[in-house]
């Protein structure tokens, strides 16, 4: 066990609410399904009230460690949230925006905040010089890539929060987590969509470049 987990209540360890063992695969989707889930995946803004199904939940979760990682570090820690936690990571995200961007703006992402179904928090082991940190952060972000398309393969959308509350002290602290070895990657909410938005992408050959 890390020592970022030390001093954290058992109740606090993460987890989930089935686990599973994924021994072998039996039927992939064909390339076309493959590239249907990944360019109909959006970020969800606005969920319906019921919560993702939990085991659904919990398979995207085991499904997190199989995302590419350099030198095997599984940098990753993912954490649920329950109602009490969920609670104080909007309170102190509603203090944050009160105090930078007054009333009406908190007020606002209190309610949509209040609004979501599930939570859940993807932080970083941070160990080793710069670079391994680099690699850390970019394997972190495909471990939650990998969450949000077997979700979306269900029918769950994700959206992937990064303001401030997530690099607040305060926020580490809720985790039990230590600022000095650990970082958030993602405040991340979960739920079945009550709309999907169209979000438009430049064509290929705005980034392709094809060399001799
Ligand atoms: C590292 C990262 C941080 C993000 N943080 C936020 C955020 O704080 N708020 C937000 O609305 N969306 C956030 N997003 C989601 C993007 O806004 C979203 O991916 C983008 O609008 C493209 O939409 P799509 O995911 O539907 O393709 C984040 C995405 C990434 C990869």
New binding site residues.
Partial sequence: MSSSFQGRPASAKLRPAVSFAITEITMLPTTEQTAELIQS???I?AFKPEKPDATLVAKAVELIRWAPNHRFTEPWRVYLLGEETTKDVLDISERLIREKRGDAAADSKREKWNAVPQWLVVTQQLAGDKLQQQEDYAAC?TAIQNLQLYLWSAGIGV?????PVIRSAEFLELLWADPGTEQAV?LLQLGYPAEV?S?PRKPVADYLITLP
């Fill in positions: 995946r959006r970020t803004h972000a959206k992937w929060t990064s303001g993602g938005p979000i």
